[in-house]
């Protein structure tokens, strides 16, 4: 009985990876790297030269570099639906003998940066520790209905902390999962209750 609920749950709430291009800023174009944007002069991609960060980036040879608390951002072609979990991975780095300028991570849903709105934010002045990369995520889940539901979902990646500071950023990566609306538990619950009390009646 109880795996028959648990796999009546979790009917369509499987994860779908959302689809950031050039997720480790590998890819040249622009400033910042294919499908990367941003009006900021003083960020861009960055070439590790083997003595930048003690292990290295964690993926290629380039990361993306923001100073202070200016940010860049991209457009996906994923669109904000309805009760959907959305989360952004990302790991952002210190690089050695320069300071950290933190990490400010935004979720954001429009046609364009400028008309968006803000859907989630998330702040983090700590340092992953000279020369280190840290793993740092973002979640929001929409609602059922919104003004911004079918608008692309925009992520936005920059620094905290005003001065000569700098972050780093690399492997960016994000997924959606459905999550079922109340109604939908509560028609769960209730076939659940009637399946025990149908097996419970046959077993007397």
Do not use: K
């Not at 369509?12 to 009006?39: D, K, M, R």
């Not at 994923?78 to 950290?100: E, S």
């Amino acid at each position: 009985m109880r795996l028959l609920l648990l796999a009546v749950v979790g009917i369509g709430l499987h994860a779908a990876p959302l689809n950031i291009v050039n997720p480790s800023f590998e890819l040249g174009g622009g400033q910042f790297g294919t499908a990367w944007q941003g009006t900021c002069g003083s960020c861009g991609t960055y070439v590790d030269s083997g003595f930048d960060f003690t292990f290295g980036p964690p993926d290629g040879m380039r990361t993306l570099y923001v100073n202070s608390t200016v940010g860049v951002h991209q457009v996906l072609s994923d669109l904000a639906q309805p009760d959907m979990a959305n989360t952004i991975n990302v790991m952002v780095g210190d690089r050695l003998f320069v300071p950290f300028a933190g990490s400010t991570m935004r979720l954001c849903a429009g046609p364009n940066l400028g008309s968006a709105t803000l859907l989630a934010q998330v702040t983090n002045l700590a340092s992953p520790g000279d020369g280190l990369f840290d793993a740092r995520s973002l979640s929001f889940t929409t609602p059922t209905s919104a003004p911004y539901l079918g608008q692309n979902l925009i992520v936005w990646l920059g620094g905290a902390i005003n001065g000569s500071l700098q972050t780093h950023y690399d492997l960016v990566s994000g997924d959606a999962t459905p999550t079922p609306e109340p109604a939908a538990w509560l028609m769960v619950a209730g076939a659940g209750l009637y399946l025990v009390r149908r097996r419970t009646l046959v077993a007397a």
